[in-house]
């Protein structure tokens, strides 16, 4: 996959691209967790994000966000992470002029960025948020949540607890208009360094239902 070199709101961004041969191929946003715990594009979980809509023909990008890696400018407590996520959007619309619906996944804070830039971006029609930090942001942004996806979590992720994730999901649920699906992965912890391969198996079953109509979508 190439690397690429886009222009951000504070200057060059890095990342890597996969482009569908398919000019109508949708697209998928992958967002890293946080920049100050050592979070990068190349963290497992966002690789095997990437690697899972790759395969299925997405025209997918990865990026890191401002102050890391050969990403220019520093660190801006969320606000200017949103921003780079727009842009890195942008720059992938721009050499998709034809392309089919949007996604968007975030791990972490990752997540966190992904969800605010739903409600920015109209054209994403469904999100992957893996261990969303419930328990340190605020998410009453989404109000409503324009968009329907999954929340994954796992069982034992002592930086993220269950009821704050379980929160949030019950909140979401109870909106109109959308589905949001939850599942657990037993065992892991916040990084799922053991249980990866099962985390993967939670989002393959939710992409094959939205993407190829396998299974109960619950709607």
């Not at 946080?34 to 966002?46: A, D, R, S």
């Not at 419930?134 to 968009?147: E, H, I, K, T």
């Amino acid at each position: 996959m190439p690397d690429v070199i886009f222009n951000g709101p504070e200057g060059r961004l890095e990342g890597r691209y996969h482009h569908s041969q398919d000019p109508n191929a949708p697209l998928a946003l992958i967002l890293h967790p946080h920049p100050q715990f050592g979070g990068t594009m190349n963290n497992k979980v966002v690789f095997n994000l990437f690697s899972n809509f790759k395969e299925r023909g997405f025209s997918v990008l990865r990026f890191n966000f401002r102050g890391v890696g050969r990403s220019q400018g520093d660190y801006d407590q969320g606000i200017g992470e949103l921003s780079d996520a727009a842009a890195a959007l942008d720059w992938m619309q721009t050499h998709n002029p034809n392309a089919g619906p949007v996604w968007v996944a975030g791990f972490s804070f990752g997540a966190w960025i992904a969800m605010q830039l739903l409600m920015r971006r109209p054209e994403i029609e469904g999100f992957i948020s893996v261990a969303p930090p419930a328990n340190m942001y605020d998410f009453s942004f989404l109000a409503p949540c324009p968009s329907s996806g999954i929340i994954i979590n796992g069982t034992r992720d002592m930086q993220v607890p269950q009821k704050d994730v379980l929160k949030l999901v019950e909140k979401l649920q109870a909106q109109k208009g959308i589905t949001i699906h939850h599942s657990e992965v037993a065992g892991a912890d916040h990084f799922f360094q053991e249980t990866l391969a099962h985390l993967m198996e939670n989002v393959d079953e939710y992409l094959n239902m939205r993407l190829l109509g396998e299974g109960d979508d619950g709607e």
